[in-house]
C-alpha cells in the first residue's frame, strides 16, 4: 500500500512543478537593503550575476519609514567603486514613484561598493549615502554552476537506473 502510494506522489509532484512557474524562495543573492534616517533603499541586480561586459540592471526601490510605505519622487545618484577607486558615476536624477530601474554594463569582475546619495530626503533635507556590496560574475563562475548541475544530472541519473528497473518489473505482465 505505502508503494502504491509513493508512485500516485511522482505525478502530484510533477503537476504541481508545472503550475508553479513564478516562485521566489529566496531574495536575489545580489541585492541588499539598508535602513537609514527613516527610509529604506532596496537595490539588486538583474541578472542575479551579471556579466562582465554584458547587459544588466540595476533595481532601486525606496520607501518610508517603518511601515514601508512607497515614496512618491525621489532625488538619487550613484557612485561605484572598484578596488578603492571610483569607476563609475550615476548622474543625479529625479524618479517620480519609489522605484528607478536602469541599464548598467559592468567592467571589472569581482566585488564592487555602491554608494547611492539619496537627496533632499527626511526633516533637515540632508543627503544620506547608502553603501552596497555588489558582486559580478567571472569567467570561472560559470564553470561552477555547470559542475553544480552536471553533479545533480548524474546523481539523478544513476538514482534512475537503481529504481526504474524495480519499478518496471512490478508492472510486467
Known amino acids: 500500500m505505502i508503494k502504491n502510494g509513493s508512485l500516485l506522489l511522482i505525478p502530484v509532484l ?13 531574495s536575489m543573492f545580489n ?18 550575476f551579471p556579466q562582465i561586459g554584458g547587459p544588466s540592471q540595476f533595481k532601486v526601490k525606496v520607501t518610508k519609514g517603518f511601515d514601508y510605505e512607497d515614496v512618491e519622487r525621489f532625488t ?7 578596488n578603492d577607486q571610483q569607476v563609475d558615476t550615476i548622474p ?10 536602469f541599464d548598467y554594463v559592468w567592467r571589472n569582475p569581482g566585488n ?10 527626511g526633516e533637515n533635507q540632508n543627503i544620506h549615502t547608502y553603501t552596497f556590496n555588489m558582486g559580478t560574475q567571472n569567467p ?6 555547470l559542475s ?22 512490478k508492472f510486467k505482465i
Open 92 to 101: 543625479v536624477e529625479h524618479v517620480e514613484g519609489s522605484h528607478w530601474d
Open 31 to 48: 541585492s541588499a537593503e539598508k535602513f537609514e534616517a527613516g527610509y529604506r533603499v532596496q537595490v539588486a541586480t538583474t541578472p542575479e
Open 148 to 169: 553544480i548541475t552536471i553533479g545533480a544530472l548524474c546523481l539523478a541519473a544513476v538514482v534512475g537506473y537503481i529504481y526504474y528497473p524495480r519499478i518496471l518489473k
Open 112 to 121: 564592487h561598493i555602491v554608494k547611492i546619495d539619496l537627496y533632499d530626503i
Open 140 to 145: 570561472f563562475g560559470i564553470i561552477f554552476i
Open 76 to 82: 538619487m545618484g550613484m557612485r561605484i567603486f572598484f
Open 14 to 26: 510533477l503537476l504541481s512543478l508545472s503550475i508553479v512557474d513564478d516562485a521566489f524562495a529566496h
